[in-house]
């Protein structure tokens, strides 16, 4: 339950739902992991092709989330697409921050996970796990100028939804002042 909501919560939603049609549009339908074909591919990707375990430490567990393994924001921006998700418990969907305050990426995460365990020799084949579904659900490989573009975009998205909140509590200053403070 969200406590207290800003204009970057609404802007990085906003990004999120761009990198949704983004992935939509490389997979050639829609991906709604909630219900249909979608949701269909999501537990045949965590049963099927992870056998129920969480892709990062490995452990079977009845609750498993999806985690978008190149991050579904505006830096990394992942797509919402079956090549980019996998299982993930809710101990392991906590990736660190690095020094320069950005959040590890999902090798660094693996890595980290599997040595806090003691289990630095199973990190290569997890790695190639999900380097696997990647392929397997063939996953985009972007270009440079298409990562360019959809970086590009997304900031854009994210800085002019931030801007329009702003703006409307501007305009309805202005109203209250206007129409109810003036009337009083």
């Not at 992942?78 to 660190?96: V, W």
């Not at 270009?143 to 909140?165: D, F, W």
Request: aromatic fraction near 10%.
């Amino acid at each position: 339950m969200t406590i207290y909501n800003t204009a970057s919560d609404s802007a990085n939603t906003a990004v999120r739902a761009f990198l949704t049609k983004v992935g939509e549009y490389y997979l050639g339908h829609s991906f709604n992991t909630g219900s249909g074909k979608g949701k269909a591919l999501w537990l045949a990707i965590r049963d099927n092709d992870f056998n129920g375990c969480c892709a990062y430490c490995g452990e079977k567990k009845d609750k498993l989330q999806i985690e978008h393994v190149l991050m579904f924001n505006r830096t990394e921006f992942g797509l919402h697409h079956p090549g980019n998700i996998i299982p993930c418990c809710k101990e392991c969907n906590k990736r660190e921050r690095l020094e320069d305050k950005s959040y590890c990426n999902w090798e660094q995460h693996l890595t980290k996970v599997c040595d806090s365990r003691g289990e630095e020799g199973v990190i290569e084949a997890r790695k190639q796990k999900i380097m696997d579904n990647f392929k397997k659900h063939e996953y985009p490989k972007l270009n440079i100028n298409e990562q360019h573009a959809i970086r590009v975009i997304a900031c854009s998205l994210y800085e002019n939804i931030k801007t329009e909140s702003e703006k409307s509590l501007d305009l309805y200053k202005q109203l209250d002042k206007a129409f109810v403070q003036d009337a009083l």
